[in-house]
């Protein structure tokens, strides 16, 4: 199934590998089963290289590294603290096995229109840490993912970690992915929203992505601006649900229609009334 | 690394050295060289579970690893959780619990409940369910397979049944 | 609290991963062998480019159709599929060439490089285009075109009597294919042995059958084919009928001497193997103003795919049920089955019934409805009693009936407390509750003897050794096989070792299918049981020097002398006879119908059947209004199977055929379109999760079948056929969606809510 393996024990010896070619292989969820349709290639482990998992935290960041595993990850304690809004989409992606070798990086680098960690890292605003030879770089994950299985990476870089600016605590996270069974599903719609509410409950700061409905993750920024000032209520929520609609562009696949991904994208807020 | 190397790993409690070309899947290693058939292949796409074996404790799809990820780890498969005249008390609770039909996903499934209850010794039956939704099963209903890891979890905290 | 049961004889080597199936035998040195399959449903085979492939290192072999001896035809009942195609492809799995090689890489590698020329040609994809004027022919030449077979079977004059009903429904009811998704692809092995006997073993339901289609698709003679039959890893009917057989037998035809092993992927499995068939049925059922039943019409059209599998006899048994468990004085039942481009239609638990049952129920909640009638209680009041005659005129048999298992759903809590449930509906959430009935007969029916030898031994230590001759899919039949003759013969389960199906040494059997496996192979182990019982009385008492050997009794490992106290230990006896005096075999075939009503005379196999096991299931759904996602939350079964042998056996059964029924109602969906299946993995044909059903609760009746061993009938269907017409009741219950297809999808329920807020 693969051409040769090799084992990189640091990331200096990752860089002439993939400098002849080979690809970089992080869980081997996304890339292995790849493998089986497009034939054999040359791979290189990625989990002997020290220093790319574990969640930290550095001056107003979270930082994850780009091989912790989701199930490391979900029941991570700064992680469940911080970023409720991720856990809460780990806790659905794949299946607990699929958690147990799939990493946040390989989510990200596969970039399926469908990737569950990507709304929540959308609307945490994250930055990508990505490295190569000539070092370390980071870029907001919006610019990073380019389109359905494409990303601003060269074959010599890859993810070494995600940072995400210290979210203020107190806020609502929220996340909700639609498939057409409760595991082991893909997405066909997704919600995350993290909305921040004043002692009053009207919104101070909304930031709300939706995935599966067009080929990256949608930012709506029109739904975000319709909620300021007001309460989650039925009304103000289906307003934005309206504006939801308007910026996806979903496709018909044998999972589900365009249509349906459509109404459900909008639907997907009204879940917060009354909050 | 190509051609046949060397790896070494433990398997079920003892030290094992294989050569081997480390781009073989680890499931067809277990199955293949090692004559471990209790991981069975019923889908290789990482969909169904029935491969699954505990690498350094955590549960992972042997379909999707390559042999050369089995250096230097810790392995447990089903045959090593337990034997007929010994089996560790999910295999017992799965034949005594009707939770056996035709077996084909019993052995992965007694894999990923051995790592649910190291981490949850007292999992409700929403828990269980939850833990046990990547391995499929199309024989039980699931109904009984819960109902085992329920029972084996309190024969495991010493409660009698 | 759960119950437990002494474990079943398989359960720890399958739990320990010490059970050997089919698919973990790899002999050493075994070679190879895999398919290439057309990918098109329909052309004409210009050339198969072999060279390339036959150059890899460690190609042994590669066959086409010019390499298969005999008829090239495989089939159960029709032989009409080919081996090997040699002209013509009729639909996407139609093997085109077949490779023998040293190594998986090295098969894997030639099968990408052998390429065939096959010209598109004009297919038909749904059996009403199939039977149109114009339809391209699946054979061309064929007598009767794409028109398989048709039937009716009727009782007085049903279009007479519907214009005489006060309330008449019609509708028209679609079920669409089904994978059986067993985890344990379809796989075997084949040598040809230097003394020309073919040693095969395969995952299969039919062992013994199988040896027949070889023969005729190869020109081998049956008598020369050994078939052995371990432990599957799952069947459902989908090994029912060659699967690797002939192709395996081929390989080891051209390739003698050595093991030669397949095993299907499950990407093809999905392209190749049988499925559940597609179903139109067309309704109209007329009923008084009480809700009475008088009369019903109904028109069944099965797509068959292109070759004929057991298409007519899923059909006669499906018109056979359409009346569903009720009495109808009025009835005209016909069908058609078509041949098409799509995937082959073969057996699959339920076998037509499902279809019929789906179409039956979901118009009589189109009754209800109109009778503003609770759904429980038309049926209810409608419910076939013994004594009375069913839809095709054949009498119901004593026993527990379907509306004990009616009243039994309806007396539980979860019918009683519906509404008190659907009260208490979180936010964004509707829950409904359906309760529908169904029955499942057992058995071949008239045409075909459903028989089945077993044989039985006394071993030299006295303990005994169980021939089983019909394969274990799953359903525990052979361990239900220990418990049965533990029980006849008093000794502990412990004492019986059981051998696995292998026809060079078990008496032989029809299939591991049809609800009938334990019932028939049971009676005839029974039957066993009671010669031997009776041959180590006879025996012991020479030894006891007893003149009655009636008293005589056996105990745990000794026949004993209650008027004396003496005892011969069995291991004695097994010590002392010689080898064919410790062999014990006996026969049975299942009862069939005396006086078959004359109707359904197109059937030479399946029809009519005598025994029925019937039941009634009850579902609770949610229904997300912002998502129109579905959720099973409260499943109940009850059903009449007979006595009840193991309760946990029981249970099994109606669980994992409750869940295939649940996973047929709202996922599973293989989007053929043209002839191609979309939904062609595991990640798009969805079979349910441990997170997608509930606690599905059984509740099996007193009852008792006579003619059965200790008084068990055949439970192995009866369950699949609830939760897709209870799951479509409570939709309507929960957002007025009045669904007539399945899966039923979360867009059409979002639709209906809108269509409600409108």
Request: charged share 20%; net charge positive; with cysteine.
């Given at each position: 199934?693969?051409?040769?393996?090799?084992?990189?024990?640091?990331?200096?010896?990752?860089?002439?590998?993939?400098?002849?070619?080979?690809?970089?292989?992080?869980?081997?969820?996304?890339?292995?089963?790849?493998?089986?349709?497009?034939?054999?290639?040359?791979?290189?482990?990625?989990?002997?290289?020290?220093?790319?998992?574990?969640?930290?935290?550095?001056?107003?960041?979270?930082?994850?590294?780009?091989?912790?595993?989701?199930?490391?990850?979900?029941?991570?304690?700064?992680?469940?603290?911080?970023?409720?809004?991720?856990?809460?989409?780990?806790?659905?992606?794949?299946?607990?096995?699929?958690?147990?070798?799939?990493?946040?990086?390989?989510?990200?680098?596969?970039?399926?229109?469908?990737?569950?960690?990507?709304?929540?890292?959308?609307?945490?605003?994250?930055?990508?840490?990505?490295?190569?030879?000539?070092?370390?770089?980071?870029?907001?994950?919006?610019?990073?993912?380019?389109?359905?299985?494409?990303?601003?990476?060269?074959?010599?870089?890859?993810?070494?970690?995600?940072?995400?600016?210290?979210?203020?605590?107190?806020?609502?996270?929220?996340?909700?992915?639609?498939?057409?069974?409760?595991?082991?599903?893909?997405?066909?719609?997704?919600?995350?929203?993290?909305?921040?509410?004043?002692?009053?409950?009207?919104?101070?700061?909304?930031?709300?992505?939706?995935?599966?409905?067009?080929?990256?993750?949608?930012?709506?920024?029109?739904?975000?601006?319709?909620?300021?000032?007001?309460?989650?209520?039925?009304?103000?929520?289906?307003?934005?649900?309206?504006?939801?609609?308007?910026?996806?562009?979903?496709?018909?696949?044998?999972?589900?229609?365009?249509?349906?991904?459509?109404?459900?994208?909008g639907n997907l807020l009204l879940r917060l009334t009354g909050r | 690394m190509s051609g046949r190397t060397e790896i070494s790993f433990r398997l079920n409690g003892r030290q094992v050295r294989l050569q081997t070309d480390p781009t073989r899947r680890a499931i067809d290693v277990l199955r293949e060289d090692l004559g471990l058939t209790a991981a069975k292949e019923a889908c290789g796409t990482g969909e169904c579970g029935a491969c699954a074996v505990l690498v350094d404790g955590r549960a992972k799809l042997s379909c999707l690893m390559l042999a050369a990820q089995l250096d230097g780890r810790e392995l447990l498969t089903a045959e090593g959780l337990g034997t007929p005249e010994s089996p560790h008390p999910l295999q017992e609770a799965f034949a005594v619990h009707g939770a056996v039909q035709c077996g084909y996903c019993t052995p992965g499934m007694t894999i990923t409940a051995s790592e649910l209850l190291a981490r949850d010794p007292s999992p409700d039956r929403d828990a269980v369910r939850e833990a046990m939704s990547g391995n499929l099963c199309r024989c039980t209903g699931y109904v009984k397979i819960v109902d085992a890891v329920m029972a084996a979890a309190a024969a495991m905290r010493g409660e009698k049944p | 609290m759960t119950t437990t049961s002494p474990p079943r004889a398989d359960a720890l080597a399958k739990a320990t991963g010490r059970e050997h199936y089919s698919a973990d035998m790899t002999p050493p040195g075994c070679l190879f062998a895999g398919v290439k399959r057309a990918g098109i449903p329909s052309g004409l085979i210009k050339a198969v480019h072999m060279r390339s492939a036959r150059a890899v290192p460690g190609v042994v072999a590669v066959l086409t159709r010019s390499d298969v001896p005999g008829s090239n035809r495989q089939g159960i009942v029709h032989k009409d599929q080919p081996v090997l195609c040699g002209r013509l492809v009729r639909h996407c799995g139609d093997p085109v060439a077949l490779v023998v090689a040293k190594s998986r890489k090295a098969l894997a590698e030639a099968l990408s490089l052998v390429h065939a020329d096959i010209e598109p040609t004009p297919g038909v994809f749904d059996p009403l285009s199939a039977l149109g004027p114009d339809a391209p022919l699946v054979h061309p030449g064929r007598e009767g075109g794409n028109l398989l077979s048709r039937g009716l079977m009727e009782k007085g004059d049903a279009l007479s009597a519907l214009k005489t009903c006060e309330a008449v429904v019609s509708g028209r009811f679609e079920t669409p294919m089904q994978e059986h998704a067993f985890l344990e692809p379809p796989n075997g092995l084949a040598r040809m042995t230097p003394s020309g006997v073919l040693d095969m073993t395969v995952s299969t339901q039919a062992p013994f059958r199988d040896r027949f289609e070889i023969a005729h698709a190869l020109g081998l003679d049956a008598r020369r084919i050994r078939v052995r039959a371990p432990y599957l890893g799952g069947g459902f009917g989908g090994k029912d009928g060659a699967t690797v057989q002939c192709l395996l037998a081929l390989a080891a035809l051209r390739v003698p001497g050595r093991w030669i092993k397949m095993v299907w992927s499950r990407g093809e499995t999905f392209l190749a193997g049988y499925k559940r068939h597609a179903a139109m049925v067309d309704v109209c059922l007329g009923a008084d103003a009480n809700g009475v039943l008088r009369a019903l019409t109904c028109f069944m059209h099965f797509d068959a795919g292109p070759y004929a599998h057991l298409s007519t006899e899923?059909?006669?048994?499906?018109?056979?049920?359409?009346?569903?468990?009720?009495?109808?004085?009025?009835?005209?039942?016909?069908?058609?089955?078509?041949?098409?481009?799509?995937?082959?239609?073969?057996?699959?638990?339920?076998?037509?019934?499902?279809?019929?049952?789906?179409?039956?129920?979901?118009?009589?909640?189109?009754?209800?409805?109109?009778?503003?009638?609770?759904?429980?209680?038309?049926?209810?009041?409608?419910?076939?009693?013994?004594?009375?005659?069913?839809?095709?005129?054949?009498?119901?048999?004593?026993?527990?009936?379907?509306?004990?298992?009616?009243?039994?759903?309806?007396?539980?809590?979860?019918?009683?407390?519906?509404?008190?449930?659907?009260?208490?509906?979180?936010?964004?959430?509707?829950?409904?509750?359906?309760?529908?009935?169904?029955?499942?007969?057992?058995?071949?029916?008239?045409?075909?003897?459903?028989?089945?030898?077993?044989?039985?031994?006394?071993?030299?230590?006295?303990?005994?050794?169980?021939?089983?001759?019909?394969?274990?899919?799953?359903?525990?039949?052979?361990?239900?096989?220990?418990?049965?003759?533990?029980?006849?013969?008093?000794?502990?389960?412990?004492?019986?070792?059981?051998?696995?199906?292998?026809?060079?040494?078990?008496?032989?059997?029809?299939?591991?299918?049809?609800?009938?496996?334990?019932?028939?192979?049971?009676?005839?182990?029974?039957?066993?049981?009671?010669?031997?019982?009776?041959?180590?009385?006879?025996?012991?008492?020479?030894?006891?020097?007893?003149?009655?050997?009636?008293?005589?009794?056996?105990?745990?490992?000794?026949?004993?002398?209650?008027?004396?106290?003496?005892s011969v230990p069995l291991a004695a006896l097994g010590g002392f006879l010689s080898r064919d005096d410790r062999m014990c075999v006996d026969q049975f075939i299942m009862p069939v119908v005396q006086n078959p009503p004359d109707t359904g005379r197109e059937f030479r196999f399946g029809f009519p059947h005598r025994f029925y096991s019937s039941g009634a299931c009850l579902c609770g759904i949610e229904a997300d209004e912002l998502t129109g996602r579905v959720r099973l939350r409260v499943c109940l079964i009850t059903t009449a199977c007979g006595r009840v042998l193991s309760r946990v056996g029981v249970e099994q059964q109606l669980q994992g055929a409750a869940a295939q029924g649940l996973g047929l109602a709202l996922f599973e969906d293989l989007a053929v379109e043209n002839g191609y299946i979309r939904a062609k993995d595991l990640s798009t044909y969805l079979i349910p999760t441990a997170l997608d059903l509930p606690d599905i609760v059984c509740l099996a009746l007193d009852d008792d079948e006579p003619s059965g061993p200790m008084g068990l009938k055949g439970v192995g269907e009866v369950g699949i056929h609830g939760p897709g017409p209870a799951v479509a009741q409570a939709l309507e219950d929960a957002v007025g969606l009045v669904a007539t297809r399945l899966p039923i999808t979360p867009e059409e329920v979002l639709t209906a809510l809108e269509g409600e807020k409108a």
């Open positions: 199934m693969t051409g040769r393996v090799f084992r990189p024990a640091s990331l200096a010896e990752l860089w002439p590998l993939l400098a002849d070619g080979a690809r970089p292989m992080a869980g081997g969820t996304d890339l292995l089963v790849a493998a089986r349709r497009h034939g054999p290639c040359d791979v290189a482990l990625l989990e002997g290289i020290p220093g790319l998992g574990g969640v930290d935290i550095e001056n107003g960041h979270v930082r994850l590294g780009a091989m912790a595993t989701h199930a490391d990850l979900v029941r991570h304690p700064l992680v469940r603290r911080y970023l409720p809004v991720l856990a809460k989409a780990l806790a659905v992606l794949g299946s607990p096995l699929v958690r147990n070798m799939g990493t946040i990086g390989g989510n990200i680098v596969t970039a399926s229109p469908a990737g569950d960690t990507l709304p929540p890292l959308y609307a945490l605003n994250a930055q990508v840490e990505f490295s190569s030879r000539e070092g370390a770089r980071l870029a907001p994950i919006w610019e990073l993912i380019l389109g359905p299985g494409r990303t601003a990476l060269t074959p010599e870089q890859i993810v070494t970690a995600v940072r995400i600016p210290f979210p203020s605590e107190g806020l609502l996270h929220h996340f909700e992915k639609v498939g057409r069974r409760d595991a082991l599903a893909i997405s066909v719609a997704s919600l995350a929203a993290i909305i921040a509410l004043d002692d009053d409950g009207r919104v101070v700061q909304a930031r709300i992505a939706v995935g599966s409905v067009a080929p990256t993750v949608v930012r709506c920024h029109e739904a975000q601006a319709c909620l300021l000032g007001r309460r989650l209520d039925r009304e103000a929520l289906a307003e934005a649900g309206d504006h939801i609609r308007r910026v996806v562009t979903p496709i018909d696949d044998v999972r589900a229609t365009a249509a349906y991904r459509r109404k459900v994208a | - | 899923i059909m006669a048994l499906g018109m056979e049920h359409a009346g569903g468990p009720y009495r109808i004085p009025y009835t005209r039942i016909e069908g058609v089955c078509a041949h098409t481009n799509n995937p082959v239609g073969g057996a699959f638990r339920g076998f037509g019934v499902l279809q019929a049952n789906f179409a039956m129920e979901r118009s009589m909640d189109f009754l209800a409805a109109r009778l503003g009638r609770d759904p429980g209680e038309l049926r209810r009041l409608n419910a076939l009693r013994p004594g009375e005659t069913n839809a095709v005129g054949v009498t119901v048999e004593q026993g527990t009936d379907v509306a004990a298992c009616l009243d039994a759903a309806m007396a539980h809590p979860f019918w009683t407390m519906r509404e008190t449930w659907k009260k208490q509906a979180p936010p964004f959430v509707r829950r409904g509750v359906g309760i529908t009935a169904m029955h499942n007969a057992m058995g071949y029916g008239r045409g075909l003897p459903d028989h089945a030898a077993a044989k039985l031994e006394l071993t030299r230590q006295g303990t005994f050794r169980i021939y089983n001759s019909v394969p274990d899919m799953g359903q525990g039949n052979a361990s239900a096989f220990v418990t049965l003759a533990a029980t006849a013969l008093s000794q502990p389960p412990e004492a019986f070792a059981l051998i696995q199906p292998d026809t060079a040494i078990c008496p032989p059997a029809g299939s591991s299918s049809a609800s009938r496996t334990t019932y028939t192979f049971g009676n005839a182990l029974l039957g066993a049981c009671r010669a031997m019982a009776d041959k180590l009385k006879a025996r012991a008492s020479l030894v006891l020097l007893c003149d009655e050997p009636d008293r005589l009794e056996l105990v745990h490992g000794a026949v004993s002398d209650p008027a004396t106290g003496g």
